[in-house]
């Protein structure tokens, strides 16, 4: 007998084609059946009529890879529709712990809300161990995370890994992703990979390449030398033909809004050209990132410890303020988010509030990467050329997340608990995305992106992951001031008391 009945609902089946009306059954964990199914034996039946069915989210670029851990019900995604997690992004990731844990804990610390968290783990497999017997409500696929890598076989100097060291990454990365892991990820702006020069990554694509998983960038800079910083993915993505993805695509600083186009324009003639490029994005006007990423390369040199050391000197400080004097954000432009302490006052206030350059560097000298900054200064225009793009997919960049608990602290982006009713109230309602593209955004092509096969379409002998949501009620309620909020309009709470969640 068919466990649940989705009975009556616009059927948005995440390939782009339109909807239509039907009933939808799931049995054993699978989509059984979609169709005119009336009368078909169920255990439970929920009315959808007027709600869109649609196959479960796929997050294509998140950070859960430590939430997940200490909060597993993960409720900030899961109640947005959210089934599926993509972990280790931006080169961020918790495996292999090739060496010592203090320095990949401190470069890893944008993951890390939790020290009672035990890094209990030296590869991928044994960290989806600790993962599985913390049975996450979200299914969870990973991304080998280059910050790892690089840590554990060249550390934290400044300079162009050896031959050696090129061959020790690629068969760690190798070993990784025969162990399942869907694909790789870089971030060019977080030490120590703001050291790695072209080849690296160039040897990293062609294992990721030979194995055609994805390999994601975090690139190198989003706002003077945005264009230069993509060029440089479209050469490795061509001369290796690695599938690849460029996270978040904005420009920063407003003298830099408009160079999307120009970059969308590089892409496409890639892809025109026959490289497998795509791009991902929130529908947000302000990023989340840690502080200390704002530093030059040269002040992160050595690792976590080394730079707070560093910045305690004068000469250092007098060096840092001068490069931060042609940043493309203003202080007003950057509140702090989130300190690893409990200290009032600071959370939630702008750096031009607390002091400026000065109250920046006594943060990061203090509690290095662990303070995170939302950051502003992007522009509609380019996020919606960004939205539109037939390559482009949602990925929050945000995290699985819970109201209490070690998760529930700071003032996180509003993305980990709104990104996607946010994508159809404030576009899809508008008219500016059409909903089955918008479906698909999030369902289909994530899922093709991540090399998920089993998963992001609404048919028979697929993964019973489906969200059912009100397309003229859903809305993030989510905001920065107030970021710890549910979205309205989805039908989680009715599915997960039905027995039948995916
Ligand atoms: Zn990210």
Known sequence: MTDLLIAGGRVVDGTGAPEYTADVALVGGLVEAVGDLAGRPAARVLDASGCVVCPGFVDVHTHSDLTLLSSPSAHSKVRQGVTTEVVGNCGLGVTPVLGDLAPLRGAAG????????????????????VLAGRRPSVNVAALVA????????????????????????????????????????????????????????????????????LFSWHIRDYGDDLLDSVRQVLRVAEATGCRTQISH??????????????????????????ADVAVDVYPYLAGNAPLSQLLPAWAQVGGEAAMRERLGAA???????????????????????????????????????????DAALDLITEFGNAVMMV???????????VLRHPATVIGSDGQALDLDGPTGTGMPHPRSYGCYPRLFADHVRTGRLPLA????????????????????????????????????????????????RYHRGTRTGEVLRAGAGG
């Open 110 to 129: 944008y993951l890390d809300l939790d020290p009672a968290v035990g890094w209990d783990w030296a590869d991928l497999p044994g960290y989806l161990d």
């Open 146 to 213: 280059h910050i790892p890598l690089r840590a554990g076989v060249v550390g934290f100097a400044d300079r162009a890994a050896d031959a050696g060291e090129l061959d020790r990454m690629c068969g760690v990365l190798g070993d990784a992703l025969d162990a399942g892991a869907v694909g790789a990820s870089t971030g060019l702006v977080y030490a120590p990979l703001t050291f790695a020069r072209e080849e690296e990554l160039t040897a990293l694509a062609r294992t990721v390449a030979a194995r055609d998983r």
């Open 249 to 274: 695509l904005v420009a920063v600083g407003r003298r830099n809004w408009g160079k999307v186009a120009r970059a969308l324009e590089l892409i496409d003639a890639a892809r025109t050209r026959g």
């Open 315 to 357: 000469a250092v400080r007098d060096r840092v303020r001068e490069a931060w004097r042609d940043l493309p954000n203003g202080w007003a432009d950057i509140t702090v988010s989130r300190i690893p302490a409990d200290r009032p006052g600071v959370t939630g206030r702008t750096l031009a509030d607390l002091g400026g350059a």
């Open 375 to 385: 950051a502003g200064g992007r522009s509609e225009d380019d996020l919606l050329a």
């Open 437 to 484: 593209e918008a479906v698909r955004k999030c369902t289909g092509a994530p899922a093709a992106r991540a090399g998920l096969r089993d998963r992001g379409e609404l048919r028979a002998g697929m993964a019973a992951d489906v969200v059912v949501f009100a397309p003229d009620r859903i809305a993030d309620l989510a905001t920065y001031a107030e970021p710890r």
